[in-house]
């Protein structure tokens, strides 16, 4: 079974500073077949559900703000959130698709204003 | 607009059964793989199981700890999604989403709508 491990498990951020998340896979989420990494990210805010914010490792989802950013190939992944505004405070989850399980997320990092 | 509203949710003795549903609109739900993802109280999400389109079979794939307790199933014609849970676990409590890719252009390999989720709680 593919594991997301999410680094650090929570952190705090000044307004207008950069927010870095990891994500690492226990196997690659590389597919060479179509060089493309089935790794997202999603934002969660409390009472509501997860929201799309990175696919495919680095694609920002339509109507993403550009400050998201993600990078990464194979099993170590990063969210970069430039310019943190007070609205980022969130849960942000990795997710793989593609491996066994089909699917499976990160433990979670909890981002919050310092 | 695409959007998934989830029902069914309640309280359940453990070992009991429940049926959770997840109703489709907006987009073409017969070409949709269908998600259910859950969050347990204070927990983080994790993937239920699938089903996928009826040219392919309807095939369902399911997480470990609901395997041969949970089956999903779908009725394309009135474009809902099911989520039969039967011998509910105290550990079976959780939110209850249902999520899928509804977006145009190529794949993305990822769930970009979800439903509000349905909450279910298993206790005696």
């Known amino acids: 079974d593919i594991v997301m491990t999410q680094s650090p498990d929570s952190l705090a951020v000044s307004l207008g500073e950069r927010a870095t998340i990891n994500c690492k896979s226990s196997?690659?989420?590389?597919?060479?077949?179509?060089?493309?990494?089935?790794l997202n990210w999603y934002q969660q805010k409390p009472g509501q559900p997860p929201k799309l914010l990175i696919y495919?490792?680095?694609t920002r989802e339509s109507g993403v703000p550009d400050r998201f950013s993600g990078s990464g190939s194979g099993t170590d992944f990063t969210l970069t959130i430039s310019n943190l505004q007070a609205e980022d405070v969130a849960i942000y989850y990795c997710q793989q698709y593609h491996g066994t399980p089909p699917c499976s997320f990160g433990q979670g990092t909890k981002l919050e204003i310092k | 607009e695409a959007q998934l509203v989830e029902s069914g949710g309640g309280l359940v003795k453990p070992g009991g059964s429940l049926t959770l549903s997840c109703a489709a609109s907006?987009?073409?739900?017969?070409?949709?793989?269908m998600t259910w993802v859950r969050q347990a109280p204070g927990k983080g999400l994790e993937w239920v199981g699938r089903?996928?389109?009826?040219?392919?079979?309807?095939?369902?794939d399911y997480a470990a700890p609901v395997k041969g307790r949970f089956t999903i199933s779908r009725d394309d014609s009135k474009n809902i999604l099911y989520l039969q849970m039967n011998s509910l676990k105290t550990e079976d409590t959780a939110v209850y989403y249902c999520t899928t890719e509804v977006g145009n252009g190529p794949l993305k390999d990822a769930f970009d709508i979800w439903g509000q989720g349905t909450k279910v709680t298993v206790s005696s």
């Open positions: 495919s490792a680095s």
């Open positions: 196997q690659s989420v590389l597919y060479n077949s179509n060089n493309k990494n089935y």
């Open positions: 907006g987009f073409t739900f017969t070409n949709a793989w």
């Open positions: 089903i996928k389109r009826a040219i392919e079979g309807r095939t369902t």
